[in-house]
């Protein structure tokens, strides 16, 4: 199957949108992210600015693109880091200008060293200045430096940017909206992630350790050449009622639940699924009961993931379905109504059903317009993630205890309603048993 991409004339069409937005008297100025020291001499796996990728679609270090509404001599000049034989023998090859521009599309091209000496002349009777301010002191020094430059030739007849407008402003609210392309990369990531969490309950067995099932879903995202979008949690027993658990380090129980939170990204796009199953292979009574009241709240929060609905419908309905939920376990007591209004129910769900999702995990974008929640559109993508935590230190009846549930997939809105996109991963605890028994036996079958 041929693998998804996004191609250079997507890329020129993002950079022309979001020049339309800018208007034709301005200028962005957009870096690269810069590789981070891990320890010593060595860096973390380079991972580019999520802005810069989406932007261009350039994959290196220490770059600055440029963007020049209605330039002559090309609207996109990037600048990179120049080829460089005996650093490229050491780090890897560099794409250098010409590659830029015969690879990455860019009009122009130049070395980051000539930054100093071009970009002042490029911001020149240019009004508005649009980069991300506020991100990086080093950068907004450059920037003011540079317009200062700019600003000594007044008396040449020559003006400066005398605005100065945050990037993210147009730049975000596009991002937001996927177009086909995305959701195919984003599709691909969701697959490859579901068959990680798949393979994750086929091999998991009582006296495993956390790490050896991270390693499981490392192996899987691997294979296929993506890399996880987050540090995948792996929680076994009371550990899954920690939200953001990465230890990872504890032995897996026989009679205790498992929790994964773990996706990859592909092509800097990421995938966000949790699962919640038995360690053991088959849930108890207690756990199904659990299980399938954040199963039902996810379903509910789902069916309210429609355009024309607002972004606090699926969470609303959530929060009503575990609410009901937790009356039925024996947890709260009282009406409906006045638990949702006393938010009872955030002892034991105390997060947020959702967030956006595409080029980051927690993606951009804004939740509210003004004083109220945005409307759902085509063109979205969210997680829909209800959970159940009963940690130790609950008031819930004991057989509760030590017992974390979340169920998460990932949403994308179309213009008759919508897609789960990470809909191939086991999810009912009849897909879910039959998956773990399915290997169960086979391993059997070869001893």
Known sequence: MKTPTITLKEFARRRQRLMQAMGKNSIAVIPAASERLRNRDVEYAFRQDSDFLYLTGFP?????????????????????????????????????????IAAYGADCAFPIGDIGEILPGLMENRTTLCAPFGHSEALDRRLFGWVNQVRSKVRSGVRAPCEFF??????????????????????????????????????????????????????????????PAYHSIVGGGENGCILHYIENRSPLR?????????????????????????????????????????????????AKAVPGNHWNDPHDAA???????LRA????????SDLIRKEAFKPYYMHRTGHWLGLDVHDVGDYRIGDTWRLLEPGMVM??????????????????????VRIEDDVALTRSGHEVLSGECPKTVAEIESCMAAEVTSRSGAA
């Open 254 to 302: 026989d009679g205790d639940l498992l929790l994964i939170d773990a996706g990859c990204e592909y092509g800097g796009y990421a995938s966000d699924i949790t699962r919640t199953f038995p360690v053991s292979g088959r849930f108890s009574a207690e756990q199904r009961e659990v299980y399938e009241v954040v199963l039902e709240a996810q379903a509910a929060a789902i």
């Open 319 to 325: 929060v009503a379905t575990i609410t009901r939920g």
């Open 329 to 336: 376990l024996g947890v709260l007591k009282g009406r409906p």
């Open 60 to 100: 290196e270090p220490d770059a600055v693109a440029v963007l020049v509404p209605g330039r002559d001599a090309g609207e996109y000049v990037l600048f990179c880091r120049d080829r460089d034989p005996v650093m490229e023998t050491w780090s890897g090859r560099r794409a250098g200008p010409e590659g830029a």
């Open 383 to 404: 997680t829909v993630e209800p959970g159940l935590y009963f940690g130790p230190q609950t008031k819930a009846p004991k057989a509760l205890r030590g017992i974390g």
């Open 166 to 227: 945050a990037l993210e402003h147009h730049l975000h609210e596009q991002r937001l909206f996927k177009q086909a392309g995305e959701f195919r990369m984003m599709r691909h990531a969701a697959t490859i992630s579901a068959n990680a969490h798949r393979r994750a309950m086929q091999v998991c067995r009582p006296g495993m350790i956390e790490y050896e099932i991270e390693a499981e879903l490392l192996h899987e995202f691997r294979r296929h050449g993506t890399e």
